[in-house]
């Protein structure tokens, strides 16, 4: 199946006071029609700015300094800002993190999903808008639409404003769905029928979905595949079931032993030990060397190579290097060399 999306050696970088912060780092991937991709990693990896690389949504201080992207086979890296308004909405959308402030507290609902129509189907009549606006308030699972239109967020409660924020993302039926931390704020249930309902809008529609977070345990449950992130770079990816079951970066280890699933029976919740390093001056050689008890000497001269493992499975660590020693992972069903 041919790509929906390809994003090649992609690097961003912000200037600072402090200098150049390079916050996505020589990225690739891709995305196929109907497919759910889950980005993970901890808050500051370069998850967000990928999405938002993507759709262009940078600030003026943010500049692609290298690579391309490309969406349905066209090259939409140097895109203007007048080329990509006409793009936004109907090849891509994007449900921001905090549900709580994504909505105008002072426009009711309904209105504010009617606009994110209006703006790609000027022409569309009164009656048609409406009729469209029950039917994604319905897709998206609020109940009593007709009510619930002329209702306010303050009257919503933060599951029903997320899904009334996926409403507003899906208005014009985009190819592509970014979902940045769309259970931000919620409480843990909320958080699973959230994710459910994503499955299912991509099910019913066909969206590509880049599913973003900081949680591995909260993305099990949709992901087709995981791209693990660290420090701007991926370290690893493949299907979730690879990842999640023979996970082969350090780093990924360490985000598994870090779900309270992990800790039952112990004491204690493991936690990453250090800090994530600066990426205005990053760390030569592998990035994660500092907080890995697994590092090798090389690890801290030389940029680990994306090693091959099967087909759709790849992981950036010098453990996998056939002259590194044996490890035993503390997590996973399986030692290798």
């Known amino acids: 199946m041919e790509n929906l999306l390809e994003v090649k050696n992609l690097s961003v970088s912000f200037q600072s006071p402090a200098g150049e912060v390079q916050a996505v780092r020589d990225v690739s991937f891709s995305l196929k029609k109907g497919e759910v991709l889950a980005i993970v990693g901890e808050s500051g990896c370069g998850k967000s700015v990928l999405c938002k690389s993507i759709m262009k949504l940078l600030p003026r201080s943010a500049r692609i300094k290298e690579g391309s992207i490309r969406v349905s086979g066209a090259d939409i890296t140097n895109y203007s800002e007048r080329e990509m308004q006409k793009i936004r909405g ?36 009164k009656q ?117 079951y023979d996970p082969r970066h350090p780093y990924t280890w360490g985000l598994m032993r870090s779900l309270p699933a992990f800790s039952r029976g112990k004491d204690s919740l493991y936690t990453i030990p250090g800090m994530p390093p600066t990426l205005v001056n990053p760390p030569k050689g592998d990035a994660y060397a500092c907080r890995n008890e697994y590092a090798l000497g090389i690890d801290y001269e030389e940029m680990p190579p994306m090693f091959r493992i099967t087909d759709t499975h790849y992981a950036a660590t010098w453990l996998m290097d056939e002259r590194a020693p044996k490890i035993i992972p503390p997590v996973g069903g399986k030692s290798f060399v």
């Open 90 to 125: 109907k090849k891509f959308s994007m449900i921001f993190q905090d549900p709580m402030t994504a909505l105008n507290p002072t426009i009711k609902v309904g209105q504010q999903i009617a606009e994110a129509i209006l703006v790609h189907e000027k022409r569309m009549k």
């Open 128 to 244: 048609q808008v409406y009729d469209r606006v029950i039917e994604l308030m319905e897709l998206v699972g609020i109940r009593n639409p007709q009510e619930r239109f002329h209702l306010y967020p303050y009257n919503f409660s933060g599951g029903m404003r997320q899904r009334s924020v996926m409403a507003i993302a899906l208005a014009s039926n985009p190819d592509i769905l970014f979902a940045d931390e769309p259970t931000t704020a919620l409480d843990v249930t909320i958080q699973a029928q959230i994710l459910d309902l994503l499955r299912e809008v991509q099910e019913k529609m066909g969206t590509a979905t880049i599913l973003v977070s900081h949680d591995l345990g909260v993305v099990a449950r949709a992901a087709d595949r995981v791209a693990v992130m660290y420090a701007g770079k991926i370290v690893e990816t493949g299907t979730a079931e690879e990842v999640y």
